[in-house]
């Protein structure tokens, strides 16, 4: 962490919010996270993770305070990164953690921070972006575990503040989702299917695409709803892969089944690489496409776009199969869009083996405040509209 590298990079960090069309960031309670830092409390910020560029909002909307984040970082972002962008990341703040394994490194750093820096320290509890605004993938308890661990060993209060970052278009964006969902219909060598609402545009392709995984797995397109189908395709591809390695069932949670299934792969292609035999080796590479494949899965629920088929969906929904179908790195920025960043009240852990909460209890909370806020944001928005 370099504070004065921080803040030489505002002026990037507001010329990349420009580039992303997001032209205005309205802050609500943020004296929650100003009155936690005078009170010199470890601080730890769990803000939903909807879309690319949601921590530069986050780091923005606290720009009145001048402070600094830590932001526990994917190791994924920094090898996608160049030399000077990976110098400048860390110098303001981030640091990587490989969530395939046990990174005690990063675990460290994180408690270290919590127990002793007075810069906040944010995770993204959903772990990857997952492109819904409005409805939370379930919230894994590392960053909850990080919290409880930091507090027993402290010597101050750790103060946990839920956060809820939301994106709305200001600007109809309208004529440039017509041209992203032309493109992914041509991929399916269709005609563009103009005489169809956008949405129902979007869903058939959707559909479409899913049948082609379906045809590649099952050698034969499912009935049912895309929910099911979604479903009946990912639990069959985890089933097979942890049947394979013999792993038990420990979590209900799709990324955390992907991960021990990653894990084990790692594990046993590093241990026997020189051993495995070809057919081995492509048995391991094919498991983990298809670990990847179950991961694209779960960002797609199915009833997302359907139960609401506001603008804001449809567009988040052509933007995961833009990037999924049309291997596009970020997304189309199809129209201008403001940003809403609010600052809950601070769940505080006091210091020693308070055994009052559980990380598990602590995720449920922080779970349960994000999306309370992200529904209130979303109904006060609707009756300013009317």
Not at 202 to 212: E, P
Not at 217 to 241: A, C, I, K, P, Y
Request: charged share 25%.
């Amino acid at each position: 962490m370099t504070p004065w590298w921080f803040r030489w990079t505002q002026g990037l960090r507001r010329k990349a919010l420009r580039k992303q069309k997001i032209d205005k960031i309205d802050v609500v309670g943020l004296e929650h996270l100003r009155s936690s830092l005078a009170a010199q409390h470890g601080v730890l910020l769990t803000p939903n993770h909807s879309f690319h560029w949601d921590s530069y909002c986050l780091i923005a909307a606290s720009e009145p305070l001048q402070t600094p984040f830590y932001i526990m970082t994917a190791w994924q972002v920094f090898a996608m990164s160049k030399r000077f962008e990976c110098e400048s990341m860390q110098r303001c703040g981030c640091f990587s953690v490989d969530r395939e394994g046990t990174d005690v490194q990063a675990l460290k750093t994180a408690v270290d921070v919590l127990q002793n820096r007075k810069h906040p320290l944010v995770i993204f509890p959903e772990g990857d972006v997952y492109h819904m605004n409005d409805r939370l993938t379930p919230f894994r308890d590392g960053a909850a575990s990080i919290a409880v661990l930091a507090a027993r060993k402290s010597t101050r209060p750790v103060a946990v503040l839920p956060v809820a970052i939301k994106r709305w278009y200001s600007q109809d964006p309208t004529p440039s989702l017509l041209k992203v969902i032309e493109k992914l219909e041509r991929r399916l060598y269709w005609r563009p299917q103009v005489d169809l609402p956008l949405k129902d545009r979007v869903l058939h392709v959707a559909s479409g695409l899913l049948a082609l995984k379906e045809l590649e797995h099952f050698r034969e397109n499912q009935s049912g709803t895309l929910s099911e189908r979604v479903n009946r395709l990912s639990s069959s591809l985890l089933s097979q892969s942890e049947a394979r390695y013999g792993l038990a069932v420990r979590s209900d949670l799709v990324p955390e089944r992907v991960k021990e299934v990653r894990r084990k792969i790692i594990e046993l292609r590093d241990g026997d690489q020189g051993a495995a035999t070809a057919e081995v080796q492509r048995q391991w590479a094919s498991d983990m496409e298809n670990m990847f494949l179950v991961t694209q899965l779960y960002s797609y629920p199915g009833n997302y776009l359907i139960e609401n088929p506001s603008i804001e969906r449809v567009a988040e929904t052509l933007d995961k199969l833009e990037e999924d179908a049309l291997d596009a790195p970020y997304p189309t920025v199809h129209a201008e869009r403001e940003v809403l960043v609010r600052f809950d009240e601070p769940i505080t852990l006091m210091p020693g083996k308070d055994k009052r909460v559980s990380p598990a209890e602590l995720t449920d909370q922080i779970e349960s405040r994000v999306q309370s806020m992200l529904h209130e944001m979303n109904s006060q928005r609707k009756s300013l509209s009317r």
